[in-house]
């Protein structure tokens, strides 16, 4: 299926202890994966999702999303849905593919580009809620459980909500994608399209860029070696990042450490 991108209309997050009420810049999001809900659509359905490449330093940051009917939950199980981070690169293969035959799965991606923008502005989680609210919109389940990246659990699920639109129950936990299966095959999807992401941008350039994370050596070669004494900032690059900062010593209005997810 061909990726098409979207703008979001500025939109301002209700609620108290959600960083002030002014609005969040439109961002471009590049949607995959997009099948039609053939089963559990609508309002019988429930919603997991999760992320994979918050701390990645380059390429995108991926929200993937599964929906199910509340029946199907055993069979998720038994699949072997969980933490993606759990799991072998083959065996999250295989799982995917179970998790396919189950419900439906949507993805989508935020660019370098647009991270880097609300890195600067400390607006990172804002961002993450939106995706999470749009994907969840687009299914128009009851429930829908997500994985929360703010320290306030609480919050990030306001926030989540105000995007998901009416008659949506949300409900945001840290680490849910160890305690809800749901949840956990919803991080196997984003870490699968991550991947498969990163493993094109590898064969685009014809070079190993490793996992795309800053604590991997090969991704460290790989981008001092493609950035330093260059003028040019590549596309696939987080400049926000505190390691793109040591390499290029322009320093931007804030840096984030990289974080392996």
């Keep these: 299926m061909r990726d098409r991108s979207v703008s979001l209309p500025n939109r301002r997050v209700p609620g108290p ?3 002030g009420p002014g609005p969040v810049a439109a961002d471009i999001l590049t949607r995959v ?12 359905c429930v919603v997991g999702v999760d992320e994979a490449g918050r701390g990645a330093w380059i390429g995108p940051l991926v929200v993937g999303a599964v929906a199910i009917d509340p029946g199907d939950l055993d069979r ?8 993606s981070k759990e799991l072998s690169p083959a ?9 396919e035959t189950i419900g439906a799965t949507r993805s989508i991606e935020l660019s370098p580009a647009e991270i880097d923008r609300h890195v600067v502005r400390g ?4 961002l993450e809620a939106r995706a ?5 919109r687009e299914f128009a389940p009851a429930r829908a459980l997500v994985d929360a990246c703010d320290a306030d659990a609480r919050r990030f699920g306001r926030r989540v909500s105000a995007e998901a639109g009416p008659g949506v129950r949300v409900v945001a936990r840290h680490h849910a994608d160890r305690t809800s299966p749901l949840v956990g095959a919803a991080s196997i999807v984003a870490k699968v399209r991550r991947d498969r992401a990163i493993a094109e941008l590898a064969a685009s350039l014809g070079c190993e860029v490793g996992s795309g994370y800053p604590s991997d ?7 001092t070696a493609r950035v330093r004494g260059s003028a040019r900032r590549p596309a696939w690059l987080r400049e926000s990042w505190a390691p793109t900062q040591r390499i ?7 840096t984030l450490d990289g974080f392996d997810r």
């Design 17 to 19: 202890g959600v960083g």
């Design 33 to 44: 994966g997009m099948p039609r809900v053939v089963a559990g659509d609508g309002p019988r």
């Design 76 to 83: 998720l199980r038994e699949a072997g849905a969980r933490d």
């Design 91 to 99: 065996r999250r293969a295989e799982v995917y593919a179970r998790i």
């Design 123 to 126: 607006r990172l989680n804002d």
């Design 132 to 136: 999470f609210g749009t994907i969840v």
């Design 217 to 223: 050596e090969r991704t460290v070669r790989f981008v």
């Design 248 to 254: 290029i010593p322009v320093a931007p209005t804030r």
